[in-house]
């Protein structure tokens, strides 16, 4: 399957890198968008051991969406009940970059609208409760190519589960990661931060120094 990382702008080849030290072959395709391929396991790992990405994605589908009607059809015709459980809930995110659909809001409805009638019609039923877990769906419409994925994060991975409240004007701990990631750092080196704030790039260079996976004490 493919498999997109998103991450902040700028930090997509420090994203390549933590990749490969996976083991996972992979490579920019926008702006903090990166791609590789793999199965189950490799979307476990990722969330579980990649520092410096925001969310890690499963692609669904990419077509040519220059009008509603062809975003709904194109959207209706993923086999959706793959991927969403009868029950479950499925909030739609979306953007728009240099398309002719430039309404977000429209964007996400004409997509809602095409998932519940591509599950009602495959499950049988009338309605969707949604009150089951969620499964979040984006779009992302780029020069009028439609892009669906399935969020398979969650949380932000920002959210490592050690601190339980944020502070005011906190460093987001992706980003602290990888600052010393692109350091000249190394963990039989000292690190020293000497206006640490709230100590967050600090107690991520440890969990480097440790080998701690950032995503081992937070929930998915």
């Known amino acids: 399957m493919d498999i997109l990382v998103a991450t902040a702008f700028g930090l997509e080849s420090v994203v390549v890198r933590e990749l490969d030290a996976l083991g996972y072959a992979s490579k920019p395709i926008s702006t903090g968008r990166v791609l590789l391929t793999g199965d189950e396991r490799a979307v476990a790992r990722t969330n579980v051991w990649l520092r410096a990405a925001d969310r890690v994605l499963v692609r669904v589908a990419t077509f040519g969406a220059p009008d509603f009607e062809a975003l709904f059809e194109g959207v209706k015709a993923i086999a959706w009940e793959e991927w969403i459980p009868r029950d479950f809930a499925f909030p739609v995110a979306g953007r728009s970059v240099k398309s002719q659909l430039s309404s977000v809001p429209a964007v996400q409805r004409t997509v809602k609208k095409a998932i519940v ?21 984006e779009v992302s419409l780029l020069d009028d190519v439609a892009t669906l994925t399935v969020d398979t994060s969650g949380a932000g991975l920002h959210k490592r589960g050690y601190r339980p409240t944020v502070g005011e004007a906190a460093m987001k701990e992706t980003l602290a990661a990888a600052l010393v990631l692109l350091s000249t750092w190394r963990p039989n080196r000292p690190f020293v931060d000497p206006f640490c704030g709230t100590g967050t790039i600090a107690i991520e260079a440890a969990m480097i120094g440790r080998q701690m996976a950032p995503g081992l004490r937070r929930e998915f």
């Open 117 to 137: 009638d591509r599950l009602m019609r495959a499950h049988r039923v009338h309605a969707l409760p949604e009150s089951g877990p969620t499964v979040p769906v």
